[in-house]
Nanobody
Framework: QVQLVESGGGLVQPGGSLRLSCAAS????????MAWYRQAPGKERELVAS??????TTDDSVKGRFIISRDNAKNTVYLQMNSLKPEDTAVYYC????????????????WGQGTQVTVSS
């Protein structure tokens, strides 16, 4: 089994910054893909940023403000959020596709429990 534990959410004023962290632990052989999603009240969950061996992507709504990075040695992904806006308010979820075996190449999907980010004055 694999666990994803997020941290770093909270209340911040517009224009402020927060850094989210997500650490994966458990039966991990390798993690190719990690990402951050968010879900605002009454809206569907949406992809914010992702990181894989092929590179990183960020949604247009956060491009130039949010940066995704990884520490592969720690199985951790970060989301640096700058110039935060009230519309960034949401629960942020970490997502990972994990290979748990050196023998089998199948990947399993895991989600974190979510961390609340509130941008308000």
């Amino acid at each position: 089994q694999v666990q994803l534990v997020e941290s770093g959410g909270g209340l911040v004023q517009p224009g402020g910054s927060l850094r989210l962290s997500c650490a994966a632990s458990g039966s991990i052989f390798s993690i190719n893909h990690m990402a951050w999603y968010r879900q605002a009240p009454g809206k569907e969950r949406e992809l914010v940023a992702s990181s894989s061996s092929g590179g990183s992507t960020t949604d247009d709504s956060v491009k130039g403000r949010f940066i995704i990075s990884r520490d592969n040695a720690k199985n951790t992904v970060y989301l640096q959020m700058n110039s935060l806006k009230p519309e960034d308010t949401a629960v942020y979820y970490c997502y990972a596709r994990v290979r748990t075996s050196s023998t089998y190449t199948r990947e399993y999907q895991y989600w974190g429990q979510g961390t609340q980010v509130t941008v308000s004055s």
